[in-house]
């Protein structure tokens, strides 16, 4: 409930800057402007929800298959589906080698779940099913459309804030008739970039969010934590492996869509390490139960740059996942 909680309040108070500057340059500006402002939000809002889809499929060339020709993978799907009590989403393959699953869809009705060559032949079948929950759980949450729509209020206030300062297309002979006009403009386009930074940020914590609340879904849903755990360990392992490798520039422009973030595979797969105790590539139940026993704690480096991060800190990650064992 807590990370639900959290879910709306960014929500919230991502549209509630959004509305303020419209308002404040509406007000600047006249009505007209403020009703400008207004129609151009909705439509550029509009635009990203409609064609997003579109991109990602293309952006990973995604093929989408039927029961006869990956029946388990879609009998694991089918399985989650009905668990979550969710319509059959469409499922398809990534032909990349990159180890990696993701789920998008304007929808519960349009969901998509997606997963790369590469997983294929990394997980085991339980770890992989885990990982499909996590997926599934997005769409039950239906947060893919809402990152879809936050991921546009920077988008907005870049736009705002260039043009205010800039003069360009909001109006620029009703400015120059006030007083001080043109300081106004460039005072509002400050403030207008600034909250592009902190929305910017708000956007990066609430895809934080999301993935830790998809993991514990998952769990819900009938997966054990460590299996899970396991899959996070085995994915950044094979993404490290193609480190500079032209599918990972590829993969970037799409990585928020992510179970894990392939950027920062070599950085986690070095801390993971330390909780598989016995070195087989893979994260036990046992492993991860003393892993719940100590005080993980992040330096404050590492805090920081969790900040500018579309997924949580991969250490702290498993660590909660650790805790949806019954006491």
């Known amino acids: 409930m807590w990370l639900k909680f959290r879910m709306y309040l960014l929500t919230l108070v991502m549209?509630?800057?959004?509305?303020?500057?419209?308002?404040?340059?509406?007000?600047?500006?006249?009505?007209?402007?403020?009703?400008?402002?207004?129609?151009?939000?909705i439509l550029v809002v509009g635009l990203q929800y409609l064609i997003s889809p579109f991109i990602v499929g293309l952006t990973m060339?995604?093929?989408?298959?039927?029961?006869?020709?990956?029946?388990?993978?879609?009998?694991?799907?089918?399985?989650?589906?009905?668990?979550a009590g969710l319509p059959m989403p469409k499922v398809g393959i990534s032909e990349m080698t990159l180890p990696n699953a993701f789920a998008f869809g304007r929808s519960q009705r349009d969901g998509r779940v997606c997963v790369t060559r590469g997983i294929l032949s990394l997980l085991s079948d339980d770890e992989l099913k885990a990982v499909l929950g996590h997926e599934m759980a997005h769409i039950k949450h239906r947060d893919m459309a809402i990152m879809t729509?936050?991921?546009?209020?920077?988008m907005i206030l870049y736009w705002v804030a260039l043009n205010t300062m800039w003069g360009g297309m909001l109006g620029g002979d009703n400015r120059d008739s006030k007083s001080g006009g043109g300081n106004a403009s460039i005072v509002i386009g400050i403030i207008a970039f600034?909250?592009?930074?902190?929305?910017?940020?708000?956007?990066?914590?609430?895809?934080?969010i999301r993935e830790y609340y998809a993991d514990k879904a998952s769990v819900q849903l009938g997966n054990q934590p460590h299996l899970l755990a396991s899959a996070?360990?085995?994915?950044?392992?094979?993404?490290?492996?193609?480190?500079?490798?032209?599918?990972?520039?590829?993969a970037s422009a799409v990585k928020a869509f992510f179970i894990n973030d392939p950027s920062q595979a070599w950085n986690e797969v070095r801390e993971i390490a330390q909780i598989d105790e016995n070195h087989d590539g893979r994260i036990s139940q046992d492993?991860?139960?003393a892993l719940r026993q100590k005080n993980i704690k992040v330096g404050f480096w590492g805090k920081v740059g969790e900040l500018f991060m579309t997924h949580p800190n991969m250490l702290k990650r498993i660590h909660t996942l650790s805790t949806y064992y019954a006491s």
């Open 15 to 41: 549209f509630a800057i959004l509305y303020a500057v419209i308002v404040g340059v509406g007000t600047w500006m006249g009505v007209g402007s403020a009703l400008f402002y207004l129609i151009a939000a």
């Open 149 to 154: 729509l936050l991921s546009v209020i920077p």
């Open 287 to 289: 492993d991860l139960m």
């Open 194 to 208: 600034i909250l592009y930074f902190v929305t910017n940020l708000l956007v990066l914590y609430g895809s934080r």
């Open 232 to 250: 996070l360990y085995k994915l950044a392992a094979g993404d490290a492996r193609l480190k500079g490798q032209p599918e990972m520039k590829r």
């Open 61 to 83: 060339r995604i093929r989408w298959v039927t029961a006869a020709e990956e029946p388990k993978l879609l009998a694991m799907v089918a399985d989650l589906a009905d668990r």
